[in-house]
C-alpha cells in the first residue's frame, strides 16, 4: 500500500507535490534535473526536509539551470558546502555539479536528458539502476526508483485508488505505454 496518497493530502508541504508533480511525465531538462537533484539530496533523509529546503536549493543552484550548474567551479563548491539552505553534503554536491555535465553531454546523442530516458524506456528497476549508476553519480536504487517513479518511468507513485493515479496515466505517464504487468513485483516499490 502506499502510504504516501494517505498522508499528503491537506498536508501543507506534501500535497502540492503528491498532486501536481509526482508520477507525471516530464520532459523539460530543468525540472528533470531538479528532480534528480533533490533525489540525491534525500538520500539519508526524509523528503519533508527536502521539500521544505526546495525554494533555497532552487536559489543556491541557480534554478537547477544545467548550463549555470555544470559551469561551477571550486569557489561555487565552497559557496555551496556553506550554504545552509542546502543540504551541505560534499559528496552530493560534487555529484550534482558531475551530474550537470553529463546532462549536458546528453544533448548531442539524446537531444537532452528526457530524450536519454526515452531511449533507454522501457527498463525493468533492475535495468534502470545498473543504467544510472553508469552515468551518474550518488544514483543508487533508491534514489533511481524515486526519481523514476516520480516522472512516471515506474508505476507506484499511487495507489490505483489514488484520484491523483487515474490523472498520471490521463497525462501518458511513460510506464503506462508497456502497461504495470511489464514490472515485476521486486521491480515496483513505494512512494517516499
Not at 32 to 48: K, P, S, T
Not at 49 to 63: Q, S, V
Not at 149 to 155: K, S, W
Amino acid at each position: 500500500m502506499n502510504w504516501y496518497c494517505d498522508v499528503a493530502p491537506n498536508n501543507p508541504i506534501h500535497e502540492s507535490y503528491h498532486d501536481r508533480e509526482y508520477g507525471f511525465p516530464k520532459t523539460d531538462e530543468r525540472e528533470l534535473f531538479e528532480l534528480l537533484c533533490l533525489e540525491i539530496m534525500q538520500a539519508g533523509l526524509n523528503w519533508e526536509l527536502i521539500l521544505k529546503r526546495r525554494a533555497g536549493m532552487r536559489a543556491a543552484f541557480n534554478d537547477f539551470e544545467v548550463d549555470a550548474v555544470a559551469a561551477y567551479g571550486e569557489d561555487d563548491r565552497a559557496r555551496l558546502l556553506a550554504d545552509a539552505r542546502i543540504i551541505r553534503n560534499r559528496l552530493k554536491v560534487g555529484a550534482i555539479l558531475h551530474n550537470a555535465r553529463v546532462v549536458q553531454g546528453m544533448r548531442g546523442d539524446f537531444g537532452g536528458f528526457a530524450g536519454w530516458l526515452a531511449a533507454h524506456h522501457p527498463r525493468r528497476h533492475a535495468d534502470w539502476v545498473k543504467l544510472f549508476k553508469k552515468t551518474f553519480r550518488f544514483t543508487g536504487g533508491e534514489i533511481v526508483n524515486e526519481f523514476l517513479m516520480c516522472t512516471g518511468h515506474l508505476p507506484g507513485a499511487h495507489r490505483d485508488t489514488c484520484p491523483v493515479h487515474a490523472k498520471t496515466v490521463a497525462a501518458g505517464a511513460p510506464w503506462v505505454t508497456v502497461g504495470a504487468d511489464f514490472f515485476t513485483s521486486d521491480d515496483t516499490a513505494t512512494a517516499p
